[in-house]
């Protein structure tokens, strides 16, 4: 244990500082995996992530979610940090590439009937991550999803405020959304994760001990979830667990929809989903188009924006 942050964070828990702990890189978090538990050490991007998290864990507490227990959370001087319970098992992006086919297919039955779970869990109906509030009231966004029904007009709005805005492709944006708003009038939020693809699902000998990282949970209708998950099927590369590694080939993703919708059909059932499917698509690349800092980027999700338009967007590729 030669990194002096770990055994200051497990102090400040209360924790002995011992044992073996094996350090993992993140996106926005240093990671050290120990035989009992997992801490975490945010780099303070997202406002009050492990505050939400903690907040969502509680929720949890004595329903059939499969989650790692909440050993404590606080503020140090090293940034914000999270220390919960070691589950048994791998992340599902690591299990994947070695599994087999029947392996891999209730692997992902496992995590149908973990997400019915979750979505039965009683939610306030305002839950959204503190940094997403402040992205929403103008504040950078750290983050570009989960969608936010009510504040896809919203996008738009931030879009035109932009230099050099397409304003005849935002125009016909706008009126696009309001066509569709209806589609979600009878929804009930539910609590939905808001980030779930591979790296974030824990999984051992063929099914699902956890979920984890619930720093973007908000209560939205509950095919919401579908918009990460079959983003990460059809854009699998794009969703590696560092910076520095290599997403899963979507070709071994081909069957996950299919098989999701075997053991969770309700999630597929909604009327017009492939259109709510649409909508949510259109609030993510409008979140870049507004909000990313680089423009480059910003340019292709403008381009995506186009093409939604016209009823295209990865979902072309997926069968379910």
């Known amino acids: 244990m030669t990194d002096p942050v770990l055994p200051r964070t497990l102090a400040a828990a209360g924790l002995p500082a011992s044992g073996r702990f094996v350090s993992k890189a993140g996106w926005v978090s240093r990671v050290w995996v120990g035989d009992e538990y997992v801490v975490r050490l945010n780099n303070g991007q997202f406002r009050d992530a492990y505050r939400h998290e903690a907040a969502v864990v509680d929720l949890l507490a004595g329903s059939e979610v499969p989650h790692a227990r909440r050993i404590a959370h606080g503020d140090g001087p090293d940034g914000p940090w999270y220390i919960s319970e070691r589950l048994p098992g791998r992340t599902l992006y690591d299990a ?25 869990v009683p939610v306030p109906a305002d839950l959204m991550p503190p940094w997403l509030v402040d992205a929403l009231a103008g504040k950078p966004w750290p983050a570009f999803h989960p969608p936010v029904v009510s504040a896809t007009l919203q996008q738009v709005e931030a879009a035109r405020r932009l230099p050099g805005h397409d304003s005849r492709l935002l125009a016909d944006v706008a009126d696009w959304i309001e066509e569709r708003l209806d589609l979600f009038a009878a929804d009930d939020p539910v609590l939905v994760h808001g980030d779930l693809h591979g790296s974030n699902v824990i999984v051992d000998q063929g099914r699902v001990t956890g979920l984890i990282d619930f720093a973007e949970a908000v209560a939205q209708p509950a095919d919401v979830e ?49 259109e709510r499917l649409n909508f949510y698509d259109m609030y993510v690349e409008l979140a870049i188009y507004a909000h990313h800092p680089q423009p480059e980027i910003r340019e292709a999700a403008r381009d995506r924006v186009g093409l939604l338009l016209s009823g295209q967007n990865h979902l072309d590729e997926l069968v379910w």
Do not use: N
């Open 96 to 120: 994947w590439p070695a599994a087999d086919s029947d392996t891999r297919q209730a692997m992902i039955e496992s995590l149908g009937a973990a997400l019915r779970a979750l979505h039965r």
């Open 226 to 274: 579908l918009d990460t998950i079959l983003r990460w099927c059809a854009k699998a590369r794009e969703y590696p667990p560092t910076p520095d590694e290599q997403g899963l080939d979507e070709t071994t993703l081909a069957e996950v929809p299919g098989w999701l919708h075997s053991a969770y059909p309700e999630l597929f059932e909604r009327e017009q989903l492939r």
